[in-house]
């Protein structure tokens, strides 16, 4: 990875010290400036020392609250100018070496496959790719007619697009794609082994659906054959497979915590669809690791429907990634299941479900090591039982789950299933909980430490913090701070557009109705138009 240039080290840097003295000449403190910015103090110390930019909403607050007249909020967008003018050299760059590197494959493979030309598919999103060896290598598995064929029946663009291990490639552009791929395999499945068209399709599909995602991934080219090898013959995989595979998988979750569900959906479901072949024929001593990566992404998938507002697709995946954790013997797995049941089971009003799931996946926990599991199954309880209506015993189960999250940082696991629950996610549930047990003013102590504690690139626990917050001030008569607070929620909200948030920013918006006329609503009203974001009315 290339260090940054020290331009834009240079440029943040006296961004931040312009922020630190304006902060001073206001006589405002980094925690005050926090609050009003939706940030924490941390995020504000590291700005001010020039280690983290932050986002517009932010430079425009601070701006107007230390009177600074434009001047913080014209230097954030001469950083962003320098920022981007550097990402588009670096992408030049990088597609010139691809494009070189391709050109070198192409003159010594033994497929010929004609290469596109870039500048042909400037604006359509599709990349140069590189790893033109993985493609060989499959489809000599499957036989050289399959490669002939799909040279000349998909041509180049396509077939050069399925050999990459790290493209981006838009939606538009993808559908053609895939549009072209199914027309070519619907003819050629006549003549093909059935078996041998499905390991095909499943390596063909996965490679379309999770270009947009893996261009962080880079796969040399032994790992590329391996990964290939194994689809095109399941009784080939091996452990680096398996490993290729998780780390797909944690990539996707993390962009899914930046970036929300639509981003990731189909990559996870291409890939649980690669790895229910590879299951077909894996070793024996290999199957329930395997089992155990399709449990997982059988829960993402789960999350990702119900964010995306499919209640029942998301309680099937759920049941799916249950039943694959216990053909697995694989108890984390089994609980963090249970957990996400419970939580579906609360959002649809079936409290006395979700309470009975997260019971059970308490007492599993308890008999685990891991922290985090414990933490968010008596979380899990505690949200059920404000669901349904019962203070005492949720405020002691909430108490329960942070008390557990107090042990050391080192009895944490980073690979448990639970790997991004914390303190603010606590806090923000609570906050949740205490608005509808009637407690705004403790819900809004609750949210406002939760954004506290909050680890900034987790986009989407943060807007539904900040929408909390949002509406706990607006339950205490607090109606232009709520606007305010509600507008920075539904900037963070229009980064990810999962369904569920959105709806969130709409009833939101819905209970400032009867103060519409104001200058705050109306300010709000128009930051959610300029975010195509839905208004009362639209």
Not at 128 to 157: I, M, W
Not at 367 to 389: H, I, M, N, P
Request: aromatic share 6%.
């Amino acid at each position: 990875m290339s260090l940054e240039p020290p331009e834009l080290v240079a440029l943040r840097r006296a961004l931040g010290q312009r922020l630190a003295a304006a902060r001073h000449a206001a006589e405002i403190g980094q925690q005050q400036l926090a609050r009003k910015a939706g940030y924490s103090r941390s995020s504000v110390a590291h700005a001010e020392a020039g280690r983290q930019l932050l986002s517009r909403a932010f430079w425009r607050t601070a701006d107007t609250l230390l009177k600074a007249d434009g001047a913080l909020l014209t230097g954030y967008e001469q950083v962003q100018a320098a920022v981007a003018d550097h990402e588009l050299q670096r992408r030049e760059a990088a597609l010139a070496e691809a494009y070189a590197a391709a050109q070198a494959q192409r003159a010594t493979a033994s497929l010929t496959i004609p290469c596109p030309d870039p500048a042909q598919h400037a604006n359509d999103g599709l990349a140069v790719p590189t790893g033109q060896d993985a493609l060989a290598s499959a489809v000599t598995t499957a036989g050289t007619a399959v490669g002939v064929a799909l040279a000349e029946t998909l041509a180049g663009p396509l077939v050069y697009f399925l050999s990459s291990a790290a493209q981006s490639v838009s939606a538009e552009r993808r559908g053609q794609l895939n549009e072209q791929l199914g027309q070519f395999l619907h003819e050629w499945a006549k003549t093909m082994e059935r078996r041998e068209l499905l390991r095909l399709l499943g390596w063909t599909a996965a490679g379309v659906v999770a270009s947009p995602i893996v261009g962080n991934l880079n796969l040399d080219t032994d790992e590329q054959e391996r990964v290939a090898g194994a689809i095109a013959s399941p009784s080939r995989v091996d452990a680096q497979v398996i490993d290729h595979i998780e780390t797909m998988l944690q990539h996707c979750k993390r962009q899914d915590d930046v970036l929300g569900p639509q981003a990731v959906l189909e990559t996870v479901l291409g890939q649980r669809k690669l790895v229910c072949s590879l299951l077909e024929e894996c070793p024996a001593e290999l199957r329930s690791r395997l089992l155990s990566v399709y449990s997982s992404m059988s829960s993402s998938v789960g999350t990702y429907c119900f964010d995306l507002d499919d209640a029942v697709s998301a309680t099937r995946y759920c049941d799916q990634a249950r039943e694959a954790a216990q053909e697995a013997r694989n108890t984390e797995l089994a609980i963090y299941a249970l957990c996400n049941a419970s939580y579906f089971a609360s959002w649809h009003g079936k409290t006395h479900i979700a309470i009975d799931s997260a019971v059970a996946a308490q007492r599993l926990a308890a008999k685990t090591d891991d922290v985090l599991l414990q933490a968010c199954a008596a979380e899990r309880l505690a949200s059920a039982y404000g669901f349904d209506g019962q203070y005492k015993e949720s405020m002691n189960e909430f108490d329960r789950a942070l008390a557990g999250l107090a042990r050391p940082a080192g009895q944490r696991s980073p690979k448990s299933p639970a790997y991004y629950f914390d303190e603010g996610v606590v806090a923000s549930k609570q906050s949740h909980c205490l608005l509808r047990l009637g407690k705004p003013a403790e819900a809004a102590a609750s949210a406002e430490r939760g954004l506290q504690l909050f680890d900034n690139s987790f986009t989407h626990g943060l807007a539904y913090c900040t929408l909390s917050l949002g509406t706990a001030r607006l339950r205490s008569g607090e109606v232009e701070e709520a606007a305010r607070v509600i507008g920075e929620g539904a900037l963070l909200a229009a980064r990810i557009r999962s369904t569920r948030l959105t709806g969130e920013v709409r009833v939101a918006r819905w209970r400032l109705e009867p103060w519409q006329d104001t200058q705050a609503v109306k300010v709000l009203d128009e930051r959610l138009r300029e975010m195509g974001l839905p208004c009362i009315g639209e």
